[in-house]
Each structure stands twice: as C-alpha cells, then as structure tokens.
C-alpha cells in the first residue's frame, strides 16, 4: 500500500471514529440525565472517561496523517488564535467535565497569527488530553510575547 492511500484511509477511519465517538458521547449524555444510583454515575463516569482516551486516539492518527500527508496541509491562513482556544475550550470543558477535569482558558480577546488552524487544533487537543491525565484541572492560556503567540498548558 503506497503511503497517500495510506494516509487516505487513516483519514476515513478517523472520521468514522469520529462520528460513532459523537453518537456515544450524546447517548451517554442522556442516560446521564436519568441516572439516579451511585453506580450509574460511576459506570457513566468510566464510559466517558473511555470515549475521552478513544477521542485521543482518533487525534493522534488525524495528526499523524496530517503531518505525514503533504497534501492534507493547508496553506497558513490569518486566524484568530484566542477564538481557537476559546472554541476549543467549550468543547473539550464540556468532555472533560465528565470525567471530572475543570479546563480554564485564558486568552487575550484577539489574537491574529498565520496559522493551520485546524493543526492547532489538534495539538492543542492533545496537549489538553495529556495534561487530564495528570489532574484534575488544566489551564490553557494564550499570550502574545513579542511577535509570537504562545500557548501554555499546566496541569
């Protein structure tokens, strides 16, 4: 197998993770919902966990996909890092929260770098995956320093 079909197929695959990963993340949120024992709680609380470790995976291959794959790169476009980061917060504080992780974000209100959005993204997911597994709270803060945006992730 020649490495672009490679990297197409790692690219499927992702996407399709991606989507049954949503649909368990939603039927996971439900049953939350009604959930009225300790041990519902519990085993929601390992099944989100799961779903969090699953999502890392994914992000991992679409990363390595991407760095690997000349052709998946995009051309560096203008973009607003502090609304990336914000974004990126809702969703992964969202997750996160259920495996009992409190992210916080900090950013200035804008800040404009070229960049692969969509790469940053995902490193940021990663960096943010990473830091869940050693506490219970990360900090993601943005800041310019000079001409450089920099991202800082604490656990």
Do not use: Y
Request: with cysteine.
């Amino acid at each position: 197998m020649e490495r672009g079909e490679w990297n197409q197929g790692a690219a499927r695959t992702a996407a399709e993770l991606r989507v049954q990963l949503a649909q368990m993340t939603a039927a996971s949120q439900l049953l939350e919902q009604t959930a009225t024992d300790e041990k519902s709680r519990s085993c929601l609380a390992a099944l989100n966990q799961s779903i969090c470790r699953m999502l890392r995976v994914v992000g991992r291959l679409e990363l390595a996909q991407r760095l690997g794959d000349e052709e998946a790169r995009t051309e560096p476009v203008l973009t607003d890092l502090a609304r990336v980061a914000e974004e990126l917060g809702r969703r992964l504080g969202e997750l996160l929260a259920w495996a009992d992780v409190e992210l916080t974000v900090d950013t200035p209100e804008l800040l404009l770098a070229m960049a692969d959005e969509g790469l940053i993204r995902q490193l940021l997911m990663e960096l943010v995956s990473n830091g869940a597994k050693a506490g219970r709270h990360i900090r993601l803060t943005l800041a310019q320093q000079r001409n450089r945006a920099v991202f800082t992730v604490e656990d």
